[in-house]
């Protein structure tokens, strides 16, 4: 077992096209319908269908509170779409009914803040820094960023308008580099999915997805990430269909439960 494995090891046991695209990112399994709502009854319990739109990043990690979360509260259903967070977001202030909202970044939180679409104050959860995705055993012998400005090497990035674009672009300043990727992508996971494809040597992606990955890809931390560790906020949205559940699930996320699932997953705490 190699030592970036044994790392692994040891942190896993501690618009209308717009709509679209959030359709398919959907989770499969259940599904809310448009103005239903919940109840809660005199006991505080909660019931019905709970939509949330979450970062890609976020994707294994609240794929697994979801079930907790319905096992906590029967009668609950939580329906997800996962994507990039611009994405999210413009469907979001588009009109696409959702209940929360967990971007990977601020500045994409305030994109629906900012439009009047979020209840109270949004508040960070959960923090996530950069990792190299490289191909199983690192066969082109990646250690730094700077490794990655090699001639031939085919390197994919996230989409600078993207949080993990923009992350990267900041660590890339802070090691005085440029980077001409072979592909821009709209979201963390379509810039592993290439890695793992093996369409493409290398990729820089959130440290998480490296986890989640497992023996797909080999990560490689640099020391440029800290400069560019992402907050990711949690926000109940103000025409949530369903206030009362929406609000729950969010105190859960929020909860020591939840958060042993995200830094079990390699999120970092706030």
Do not use: W
Not at 137 to 160: F, H, W
Not at 235 to 264: C, I, M, Q, W
């Amino acid at each position: 077992m190699t030592p970036r494995s044994v790392q692994r090891t040891l942190r896993a046991g501690a618009g209308a096209a717009v709509l679209l695209a959030l359709s398919a990112c959907s989770s499969p399994g259940g599904s809310s319908t448009p103005g239903s709502s919940a109840s809660a009854d005199g006991s505080g319990n909660v019931s019905g269908p709970v939509t949330v739109f979450a970062a890609a990043s976020l994707k294994e990690s609240f794929t697994a509170l979801g079930k907790d979360f319905e096992k906590a509260h029967p009668g609950t259903k939580v329906t997800f779409s996962f994507g990039g967070s611009d994405t999210l977001a413009a469907g979001i202030t588009g009109g696409a009914p959702a209940d929360v909202f967990a971007a990977a970044s601020p500045r994409t939180m305030a994109v629906v803040s900012d439009a009047g679409g979020v209840s109270g104050t949004p508040s960070t959860f959960v923090r996530n820094q950069l990792e190299i995705a490289t191909l199983p055993g690192n066969p082109d012998r990646i250690t730094s960023l700077k490794d990655l400005t090699g001639a031939g090497l085919k390197v994919v990035l996230c989409d600078r308008t993207v949080p993990c674009g923009a992350a990267t672009q900041k660590a890339l300043d802070a090691a005085g580099l440029e980077l001409t990727p072979v592909s821009y992508e709209q979201d963390v996971k379509s810039a592993l999915t290439k890695v793992e494809l093996k369409e493409a040597d290398a990729s820089v992606v959130y440290r998480t997805d490296v986890e989640a990955a497992g023996d797909k890809v080999e990560g490689v931390e640099f020391p440029e990430s800290a400069d560019a560790v992402n907050d990711y906020p949690i926000a109940l949205l103000k025409d949530a269909p369903n206030p009362a559940a929406a609000e729950e699930f969010v105190a859960y996320v929020r909860s020591a439960e939840g958060r042993k699932v995200l830094t079990g997953a390699g999120f970092l705490a706030p």
